[in-house]
Every structure is written in C-alpha cells, then in structure tokens.
C-alpha cells in the first residue's frame, strides 16, 4: 500500500523569465519528482518549456500557463487562485517572487529583485516614473507574503529594512550549483590562444554589461600584446547585444566581444570548461548562481567590490570597482598575466564552495524543511476537499 504523502505543495513559477532563477526553479522540480513525500504540482509559464529537461515537460505535474502580455499577467491571479482551490495545497511556494496572487495557504515567496534593496546608481541611477511605481507595487506585494526566502545574510537584512519587517519573516537557503551542471565537471582545459572571460549573463540593466567595452579598450592600450576576449551568453541577434556590439565598434574592440548566443545547461557547462576565468561587472545581487558555478569548474573570478559579493566571495575573487573601466581593466590584465594569481583563486575557490555553499541534496532539505513548517499551519486546519484542476488551467 502506497503511504500518503506528507505535505502538498504548490510550486508557482509564473514570475520566472530568465536568469539564475529559472535554474533554481528546475533543480527544485528535478528534485520533487525524486521523492515521495511531497505531492505537488507546478505552475510553469510557457516560455520556460525550452530550458526544462524532458522529464519535467513530460511530467503532467507540471501545468502551463500564458505570459506573453500584461493582459495575461493579470489572468495569472485568477488562474492561481484556481488551481489552488483545486488542489488546495499545505503550502504555496512562489520560487522568485512577488507572487501574482496572495494564496490562501500559507505563502513563501523567494525574493531575487535586487533593484529595490540598493540605492540608485550607474546605468539605474535615474529610475522612470513607472519603475518608481512598480517598484512601490512589488515592496506592496511582497510585504503580504507570509514568509520570504532569500540566499544571503546582507539580503536578508537589506530586505527587512527595506519592507520594515521582522527578519524572522526572512529565512536564508544559500545557493548551488544546478546538479545538471555538476554531471559535467570534467572536460577540455581551457583553450589554447586568447585569454577568455566568460561573462555568464542575461542582459539585465544591473548586470552592468555596458562598462565591458570600455574595460576592453584600456586592456588593449595597457597591455598591446595581451590577446583576450569577452564572452557573453547572449543571442547574437537580440538588441542588446546589437547595442553591447555597437559600444565595442565605437571603442574600437569589437572582436574582442564574442556572443556565444542562449546557451542551455549542458552548453553552459563547457563554456565554463573553456573559459579562462569568469567576470561579472554586475551592481545588483540578490544572489547568483555564477559565482558558485565558477568555484565548481575552477575557474578564476572576477566581479564586483559590493557587499553581497564579499560575502558570497569571501577570499576567492579578485574585486573590481564596477564603475571605474581603468581600475577594473588593470585588474583584468594582471589577473590574465598572473599565473599565480589564478591559482590562487582557484584554490581559494574550492574552499569557499565547501564553506559557504550548500551542495544541492543540502539546498533541497532545507527547502523541504522550511515548506514543512510552514504547511504545518494548514495541516492544524484539517483537511479540504480535492477539486478537478485540469479544467482551471
């Protein structure tokens, strides 16, 4: 006889588009299909089906839902009120919030939208009226939630400040690397020739993209001899690579700038392998997967003096004023005319991902954990009845 399960949970996507949030997303589903205490089901938009591996897709757990309009992210608040009055789950998790609805469940929402818990600067330091007031919108919608998750300790303390909130409402479950990405360890050294900073990135305006060019014209002038390139994950033909391109063309540096186009995880893998080392200019964290991911492949890290990257970093990056392209472009050729110094990293590296990581069984037990605690509220409830849901989606 088949034991019942546990818990049951709803797992929200629908805020998701891209980036690390969508790995986190599919480690976690990955990670629900392997056991059996958990019932659950997943609300997935359908622009996320590329990246999902062909075990969720084929999964009927996984319902699909539109977003390709501000019309259909309206609908999504009735079509999740829907479908958990069918299931009617222990808990609701929105994985990258804020949530498109307010469950009935208790609610935990993952926060990722590090715009709001940083003063404006750089290329965000004139936000628009409509930033101004999306952004009340998300402080609104998120302060609703019964509990947040976060993965460091610095947003954990931004964020409650910044919502004016207990930080007990605030768990931290640290980031790892994506297991599909572990398979994947082993692999071609780094090739021969030009020395390659992978930049693994979407393109968001706080990444900060844009001062690439520019660190790219005072390498060459600093260091003529030094033969390097910078490699984005992004599609070749999307218009912010035509606008990234178009920068380097002016600064005179356009072959040093390579599109390596949208890669899945597998391809992300070996351009990891492949890589020199890693640069991520980025003003804004609410964490990232980039930085645990280059400790895993060894790959010597550059990034930004912030305070969530020192935390993340510890010892094991070499830090770089993210709006100075001359001091960061220094750092950049000493760090490729360094042997030693990427060794260093390297080895320090190691040891931050054993310190400060979690490995993925890790992250998914504290998951778990942290959803149990929550349902427990509505397992003192009782139980309630159990609708069709296939109609509601």
């Keep these: 006889m088949n034991e019942e399960p546990k818990m049951k949970a709803l797992i929200d996507c629908t805020a998701l588009s891209a980036g690390g949030g969508v790995q986190g997303a599919i480690a976690l589903l990955v990670n629900l299909r392997r056991q059996r205490d958990v019932a659950w089901i997943a609300v997935v938009p359908t622009s996320l089906t590329p990246p999902l591996p062909p ?7 996984v319902l699909y839902v539109r977003k390709r309009n501000n019309a259909d992210r309206v609908f999504l608040s009735y079509k999740l009120r829907r479908v958990e009055a069918a299931f009617a789950p222990d808990v609701v998790f929105t994985v990258g919030g804020p949530a498109y609805f307010r469950a009935r469940a208790p609610h935990l929402v993952g926060f990722a939208l590090p715009h709001l818990i940083y003063a404006p600067d750089g290329p965000l330091a004139r936000p628009s009226l409509f930033e101004r007031f999306r952004d009340w919108l998300q402080r609104n919608a998120l302060r609703r939630s019964d509990h947040l998750v976060v993965q460091t300790e610095t947003v954990r303390r931004r964020l409650a400040h910044l919502l ?6 605030i768990s931290v479950i640290g980031n790892c690397v994506n297991p599909v990405l572990t398979r994947h360890a082993k692999g071609e050294a780094p090739a021969s020739g030009r020395f390659g900073f992978l930049i693994p990135s979407t393109y968001y305006p706080h990444k900060n993209l844009e001062i690439t060019a520019p660190v790219a014209a005072t390498m060459r002038r600093l260091d003529p001899n030094l033969d390097f390139e910078f490699r984005f994950t992004l599609d070749a033909t999307s218009v912010h690579w035509g606008k990234l391109i178009g920068e380097a063309r002016q600064h005179g540096v356009a072959d040093r ?3 390596l186009g949208t890669l899945n995880l ?5 351009a990891y392998r492949a890589a020199s080392a890693v640069f991520l200019p980025t003003l804004r964290e609410a964490s990232t ?25 510890g010892p094991a990056a070499l830090f770089v004023p993210p709006l100075d392209a001359k001091a960061t472009a220094r750092s950049l050729v000493e760090l490729a005319r360094s042997p030693e110094l990427q060794a260093r990293l390297v080895v320090a590296g190691k040891h931050q991902l054993a310190k400060a990581y979690p490995d993925p069984a890790e992250k998914f037990a504290m998951q778990l954990d942290l959803l149990a605690k929550l349902s427990a509220r509505t397992k003192a409830a009782g139980s309630r009845s159990v609708e069709r849901i296939e109609e509601f989606v």
């Design 257 to 259: 700038l390579i599109a």
């Design 55 to 61: 075990e969720l897709t084929a999964d009927d757990r």
């Design 289 to 313: 997967a980039v930085y645990p991911e280059s400790f895993f492949f060894g790959r010597p890290l550059a990034t930004s003096d912030m305070d969530f990257a020192r935390e993340l970093c």
């Design 266 to 270: 597998n391809e992300l893998a070996r």
């Design 164 to 169: 004016n909130i207990d930080p007990h409402r």
